[in-house]
Structure formats: structure tokens, C-alpha cells
């Protein structure tokens, strides 16, 4: 990614471009290559050396004018609503040195560490017109010592006065102006005060951007009870950012836009197959060997937030010493705190950003897998009567709430702005008032395997912004023969919804055959969203593949030569984001090579469904988003128009089966759908229970139709639907932009 890469403006009275005001933190890493990342996590090693750096960032201003006392007053807010967030790269010395940063985005602070020497970019920072802001052990502009608002001031005017000529007058004077006008967060107390440890760094971040910058008061000690201790400290902090929040509410920026997701669940994990990578050989004594197949158990056994060593042989692994006996921390143990540093410093960045809570769970979560893959079994079985079903569903989905700690699910509860869980674990399970989070909440998800796709997807991501008219089309991927069992199932529901969206959303279908055509269909197309229709399967310890009409091919082997991706992705296929399979899903292939979102499948697919899915899609972008943008005057973001899809699903699913029980008429079923969706997308906090209470109104009881509603949740594809990425970060507009006010 190069964060300084970006189109020259100019205006009619001069060529001289515009002056960008963002701050832009590069760290130089070594090139690496994917067998060479972390074995537990999938992290470039040299990103890993370089955490302690990043976590330094997190501190900093975004741009030149958060610090300036104008500023100071809506400075949270910008943050909350995604509009101001801390860039950072880490690049190669290649990536890095082949491009001069052009003087319109002169506010660049490299952060070189301890395993780069400065000489080797000393050619590089030299051929800058502008001096740029080196941040080194020796040699740089500031040490880190005095890696500091006003060490950055300083330095930042001295560039200024490098740029005379080189950019318009007008913005280089307010840009010195406002450089010169820094003032320091004003310090805050914060009570009571706690232990620092790596499971709250990332609530302190965002805490230090509130002004809390003396909160701690040593490391963390209470080691005794268990995750009781973690989980109060976490209490304490998420209440103190959530209450912040609440008191700044809702400005007139959010109208074009929306807050950010207000609560992260973050939940570190590591790869299924590492507990069953051989690590015999390799020229290692059998003392060594045995330390560190007891680390793995340990790793594998761990569901708090440390290891509790219940035998000798697991206080000797952990003390550790290398393969020739010398006393050195447990190679497994250090690596995987290393992931857990640079995986908790990039979530830290993330939180600071957006002052969002971020909640790391115990890895309990993490061990919930194997209830998951036996649902999972249960979903693919051929035969399974609804009871069976619902009881399966109604199993993992126990196994998973019994392991998030009850006080984090109070929040979770109360959330208004979403969720976003940065996990592996399928979190959007969670029982929220008797129903999966996913149907209760707008949520999106990241995965945190592999490390670097999760890094990539927490990272900086400015908003993309579009009109209702950006979608005047919408290209369909056909990859289905025509022989066939569901071709044409797709066409006719986009048929039967078209004289509803048609005016506003027209829709371009591509048959791709090949890999080849596939390219090509994709590189043809400029619009903000591409739509699959075919078949996926993800095989055991196998990539997922997409089905073309000709061929399997793996998303994954498009790095090499990747297409234009559209940013948003719909994936009406198969097991894209199979629930018990490894990392390499479908999903995640298209989130490496660009996509902002993707909506993916856990499961297999009803083909009606999912068909009938994606045409009442494209009625809602073409007549839900633009009542939106008129009658409430403001901008809808992508996952809220996801999460109100899959919402509607479940509603669909529910009132479907209460006809064809004939519990409800026709008549009452179109009531009852339509009261649903009204709720929905009114913003009812909780519009499955307007439903139960209206249908109690007509007589109805309330246990029996809770008893409906929950198993047609454990049937619904609203269950199998998952929400990957940065949807938040795509907002639609009205098509002119005044009407926001």
C-alpha cells in the first residue's frame, strides 16, 4: 500500500498542487515472503520487530490540524466519525525508495528502527525537495527521545519553510499558522488506576486521545483470580471510553458521515494447523523437542488472558532454553508474544483513530471451534429435521456466549453504532436477547488470520464515497452452465424485482468461463460493486475455490497479476467463508487483493434464497438508501445496508415459516413481514421483539412464536452470511450533496 500515492490538483490560478494536511508514519521493514511469516499467526517477521514503534503512533496527531485549539473542541467526534485517522505504512526499503514524495504531502515521519541503518536511505531522504522528518536511534531529525508534539513541531516548520515556492502561499501559511499553533491534550485524571498489560493497550490508546494519559500505575500484578481481574480492568476502561462517547453524541458531521463502529471484540487466535505441524527433525536435541511440544499444549490449552504452568516440565518449557541448552526464553512462547505485540499495536492505532472501545477477550473463544465444526457437520448433513437443527445451533451457539464474559455482552447489548469483531471465532454467533448477534446488530467482522491480511484490513482505510447513481450498474459474474440445476434462478429473481429497482440500478451479466475471462470481466468494469452467482467449496487443509464455468480457480493466485476489484464484493456461492475450514477462504482471497468488503457464506447456500437476497439488494440501494438520504437528510454507510439485508433475511425466514404452518394467512403474513421491515429500518432497537409483541396482540403466544423465531434463525442464511472488512468506510450519499444541510 503507498499511503502518499494520489492524484495533483490544481485550480485556475496557478499549477501549483494543493497542500495535503495529513501526517503520514512510514516505518521501513525488510521484503518477506509468506513462508517466511510468524508460524502461529502469519506476521512478517520484520513487521513484528518494529511493534514497539507502531504502538508509538498511536499517540500521535492524524493531521496538522488536530492539535490546533479550533480543533480541539470537535476533535473526538472527527475521529468518531471515521474522518480522522492516523496513517501508517510499513514499507519495504524498495517500495519505500522508488518514489519521491512529492512536496504537496510534505508531513511524512519515517521511523527508522534499531535493525536499519539511516545511511542506507540517506540518498532517498536527500532527493526530497523538502526535508523529510527522520525519527532514527542516531542520525535522524529527532531521536526517540524527543519523539514528541513539539520535537513533530519543530520539525514540521522547518519543512514548511522548505516548501516556499513549491506549493500555493495561501495554504502554506495557514499550514505554518496552524503547525505554530499546537497546543498538548489537555491532561485529564483518570481513577481508579491500573496495571498495564497487553490486553488493555489498545483502551489506553484511545483513552490517551481523550487526554488520559496517566492511567497506569505499574504493570499488572492480579494474577491470582483467574480472568475476574482482566475482565474488571476492561470493564473499566470500555465504560470510560463508551461514557466519553455518549457525552460528545451525535454532531452535524455525522450526517454525511455515520460513527463508526463503537466497540471492538478483539480475539487473537492462531492457525488451527499449527498444533499438528510436525516439528520433529531439524537438527533438534529431544530436550528441546519435548519443551517445545509442552509450549504448544499449553498454547493450545490456554482460556484466559495468561498460562496458568500446572506441572514442572510446563515451568521448564516456559523458562525455555535453545536447541544447544543455553538459557533463552521458549522459542514458541517468544514468537507468539511478538504476534500478540504487533497484533495488539495495529488494533491500538485502529482504536485511537475512531476512540472506539476495544474489548480483547480471554482465548476461550478461540477454543469454541470444535463446537463450531460440529455444527458445521450437523449444516452439511443431507438429512436434518428442524429439531435437530435448532438443538445443534442452540449448542455452539451456548458454547460461544458462555465464553465472552458476561459484563462484555451488557455492551454489546447497549451498542448503537455496531460491532466489529476482529476475530477468527464466530462471534456473530453470541446469544443476544435469544437471538445470534449478527440478526440483533449491524456487524462486520476481520479475520485475524492470516496476520498479514488482518493487518491490511485494520489499517488506515479514508472513506470511499459514493452516490446512489455510482451504482447505475452492478456487474454479475455468471458462472453457472447451462445445464445447470440453479441457472436462471438468478435471473428470474432480478426479474421480478427489476421493475422496482430499474430506473435507479441496471445490471450488466458476464459469463466467465475461465480464469481469463474472469480477468477481463473485472478490468472492464468501473462501478463499486461486482456480484459472484456460481458455485464454492473449500476442501479440507486445502484454498477455497470459486467454480467457473470451465474451471475451479483460487482468488489467492490473482495477487500475481490482480484485477481491478470493485469495493464491494458479493459473494452468492457456496462456503466463501467456510466456518470450519482453514484461513484461505474465498472471502479473505478477495479482501487480499483489494476488495473493501466482502459478503461471504459459511455454509452452503439456498440458491432461491440467495438469488432472492441479492435482487432485494438492489431494491434497497435503489429505493431504501435514497428515502434514507432524503427524509432524514444523511448518508448511509455499507454496513448498514448489509446488516438491514441480513436482518430482513431472518424476518423473511420467520414470517415464511408462520405461513406454512398456517399460523399466519397471506394477509397477516404480508402485515407482519412489512411491520418487520419497518422496524428494521426505522431503527427499532430491537425489531424481532415489535414483531413477537404485535403477534401476541393477535392472540398469539409469546414462548411458542420466540420458539418460531429461533428456529428459523438456525435454518436461515442469515446465520451463513458474514460481513468481512471495512463496510463502515463505504458511504452512500445523495446524489447532491447539499441535501445533507
Partial sequence: MNLISAPLWTDEQTSLPSLSSKIFYLIPVEDGSPPEASPMQGFAPSLMRHARLITSISTLPSDIWELTPERQNIRLSLKMAGLSPIMWAGQSKRALTRIITPPHFPFVVLLIGDAHNIQDYQPWIQAHTFPLVVVAPKGGTLSYEDLSINGLRNSFLKVCDALKGQVKDHELIAAQEAISNWTDIENREFEPKIGGHNAFTPALSALYTAGYKDIQNGPFTDLKDGITPYVRTLDILTESILNERAKIGLREANRAFPPTPELNLFSPSIYPHFQSTSIMGHGLNDEFKRDLLATRRMLKNQSGYSFILTSDRQKKALLGKDHKGNPRPNMFFRIRSEE?????????????????????????????????????????????????????????????????????????????????LISDAHLEWANIRGLPLCVQKNVTKIPVTPGNLFISQVSPQPHENYCVSDFKEVLVLSALAENDPIEGMFGAAISAFEPHFGKRVKVRTERVRDEQSLREALNSFEGPMVIFDGHGSHDDDKAAALHLIDEAIDIWKLRSNTPRIPPIVLLSACSTHAADRNHATTANGFLAIGARTVLASAFPIDARDASAFVARLLYRIAEFVPVVNDREKRSVSWMEVMGGMIKMQLLTDFCRRLLKKEILDEESYTKFHLLGNMAINTHHPWPYEAVLDALVEIGLDRSKMLYELKSAAASSTAISYIQLGRPETILIHPDNYEEIG
Fill in 340 to 420: 500478540l505485540t504487533l497484533g495488539t499495536a495495529v488494533v491500538s492505532i485502529l482504536a485511537a483513530s475512531e476512540f472506539s472501545a476495544t474489548i480483547r477477550l480471554p482465548n476461550s473463544v478461540n477454543k469454541t471451534a470444535g463446537d463450531v465444526r460440529q455444527f458445521s457437520q450437523h449444516y452439511h448433513a443431507k438429512i436434518m429435521n428442524d429439531r435437530k437443527r435448532r438443538a445443534a445451533f442452540s449448542k455452539v451457539q451456548k458454547a460461544i456466549t458462555d465464553s465472552i464474559p458476561a459484563e462484555f455482552l451488557t455492551y454489546v447489548e447497549k451498542s448503537q453504532t455496531g460491532i466489529r
